[in-house]
Every structure is written in structure tokens, then in C-alpha cells.
């Protein structure tokens, strides 16, 4: 099957930006804005004996920006990972409770794992292009899921390409190294890559805390025009990225989920003392 197939022009795109013009590619369209993608039900998490957090339940909403924030080990690394399994493996790591995507479990035995990284996609916080060219980094996941022929590779790589604002500056070096690209760009081309298998959810673990300004509010500007096609979940220490980026924002605090809400509400209005004590900056 094409990847192209089921694909319709994106809504939203930021204007005067690079970004803009290559949000004009395709996207996956969002069935119901609003609605739950990903939901935790009761879910506690730890490693060892310990636990990390405890009694979780959220809905994250389809087609939105939701910023996960606490202070450093709140857990919202954890929590992100559990969201497509990057923790199953890890040593110690248990869990109690569910997580549902669209209305089923992520650990439903029908469940494949492949085809859950599909779905549900990941940034890390260090860019981590693949030992391969540029080219096919962009579609390593397109070719391992064989969601595309030979002959489509390459309109499929530029497309990506053109999509986060770099295929200008790599049109001319796709088979070189990724490695000598920039840190914002090394990003970009991750994203890239994440985007090229068509994922419905993303999941960012504090993409920009290793880049600089500039990188930093181009991959901002690139988050917003992702959805209301894909739900996003962004991990950030940056309160002030969080109310740039996000829709809605969930506070983690002292092995709980303190509060969830829309973002201007959390900000200026929160129903918590604890996240008043924390987005004013009195602790964290
Ligand atoms: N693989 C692991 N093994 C044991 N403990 C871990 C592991 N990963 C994270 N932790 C612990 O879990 C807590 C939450 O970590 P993390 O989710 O990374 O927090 P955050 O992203 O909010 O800074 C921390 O105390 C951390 O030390
Ligand atoms: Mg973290």
C-alpha cells in the first residue's frame, strides 16, 4: 500500500514560515479532533521496588498539542516511554494499570510491537540520525514496515524532507553522512523519518534542550503545524515552551499527576497550589 494512500492536505500551516511550505505535504487526517488518542487508566509505574508514579489516569486528546511538565525524575520520561513500550525491555521497569490506544490496550497480546512504534512515534532529546545517509534515513522506516516500492523512495524522502523545512539545504547530499548536519538539523531529519511511516501520535522527550534558539523555535513552529493531523505529546522543563507549544498540559509532581488541563488555564488559573508553586517558579 502507498503511504500516500488515506492522506489529505494539511489545515494548519504556520504562515511565513519554511515550515509552512512543507506542512503543504500530506498528512494522515485526524478522525474526531478532541476525543481520546491515548489514555491511562490506574497506571502505576516503577522500576524495582520503587515507584515513579502512582494511580495515573488521563485521556490525551486527538489532534492536539499536550505538553507533559515536572520537575527533573518526576517521571515524565517514564511516562512518555510507557506510551509505545520503550520501557518494556528496561531492566526493573513494571507496570499496573493500561494504557489504551483508540479504545485498545498497547499490551494487548494482538497487539504487534513493530506496528505500535508505527502508530505511536518518537523524538529523543539527542537527535539520533541512523549510520546511513541522509536518504535513507528518511525512509529506514518506510522500507522496514515495506510500506513503499523502490521507485517511491526517493519523491517520499524529499516530501519528508520538504515537509520539516530541510530539504533545501540537503537536496544536494543525500547520500552523504547525517553526522555533519547541525544539531537542529540532525533533529529535523529525525522528525523526518518519524513522520515518513505516517504515525497517528508523536512523541517528543525534549526535542530542542540540546539545540539552540533558532533550531529551537523552528521545530516549535513545525510542532504546531503537525497537528490537528497527529497528536503530540512533548516532554519539556521549558515552562515557557510548554505555553508556546501546547494545547493542553499535564503536571507531574512527587510520583503524581497532579493536574491536567488547557494550557492558558494551567498556567494562569490553576486549580492546584502545588502547580501554582511550580509554573511560577517556586520550585523544580
Ligand atoms: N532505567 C531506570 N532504572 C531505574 N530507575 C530509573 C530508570 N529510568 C528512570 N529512573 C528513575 O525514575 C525517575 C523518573 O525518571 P524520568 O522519567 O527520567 O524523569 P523526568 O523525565 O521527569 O526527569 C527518576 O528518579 C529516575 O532516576
Ligand atoms: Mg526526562
Not at 515507584?51 to 520520561?77: C, D, H, Q, W
Request: hydrophobic share 40%.
Amino acid at each position: 500500500m502507498s503511504i500516500e494512500a488515506g492522506r489529505e492536505k494539511h489545515p494548519a500551516a504556520v504562515p511565513g514560515t519554511d515550515v509552512a511550505a512543507a506542512a503543504q505535504g500530506a498528512r494522515p487526517s485526524a478522525s474526531d479532533p478532541g476525543e481520546a488518542s491515548l489514555r491511562a487508566t490506574d497506571l502505576t509505574l516503577g522500576f524495582g521496588q520503587r515507584a515513579i508514579l502512582t494511580g495515573v489516569n488521563v485521556e490525551i486528546r486527538r489532534g492536539s498539542v499536550t505538553a507533559l511538565i515536572g520537575p527533573t525524575g518526576s517521571g515524565k520520561t517514564t511516562l512518555l516511554r510507557t506510551f509505545n513500550r520503550m520501557n518494556d525491555k528496561v531492566a526493573g521497569y513494571r507496570h499496573s494499570g493500561d494504557v489504551l490506544l483508540d479504545g485498545q490496550s498497547i499490551w494487548h497480546p494482538g497487539v504487534e510491537l513493530m506496528a505500535l512504534r508505527r502508530k505511536v512515534g518518537m523524538l529523543f532529546q539527542r537527535p539520533n540520525p541512523f549510520p546511513m545517509s541522509i536518504m535513507d534515513n528518511v525512509v529506514a522506516g518506510v522500507k522496514a514496515h515495506r510500506m513503499a516500492g523502490r521507485g517511491e523512495l526517493k519523491s517520499i524522502a524529499r516530501d519528508r524532507l520538504s515537509e520539516v523545512g530541510l530539504w533545501d539545504a540537503v537536496s544536494e547530499r543525500l547520500k552523504d553522512s547525517p553526522f555533519r548536519l547541525s544539531g537542529g538539523q540532525q533533529q529535523l531529519l529525525c522528525l523526518a523519518r518519524a513522520l515518513a511511516v505516517g504515525p497517528e501520535v508523536l512523541l517528543l522527550d525534549e526535542p530542542t534542550s540540546s539545540l539552540d534558539p533558532i533550531a529551537t523555535e523552528s521545530i516549535e513552529a513545525l510542532i504546531r503545524t503537525l497537528v490537528p493531523a497527529l497528536t503530540v505529546v512533548i516532554v519539556t522543563h521549558n515552562l515557557a515552551q510548554a505555553r508556546r507549544v501546547a494545547d493542553r498540559t499535564i503536571f507531574l509532581n512527587n510520583g503524581r499527576l497532579v493536574e491536567h488541563g488547557e494550557t492558558g488555564q494551567m498556567f494562569e488559573d490553576p486549580a492546584e497550589e502545588e502547580t501554582a508553586r511550580y509554573v511560577s517558579g517556586r520550585f523544580g
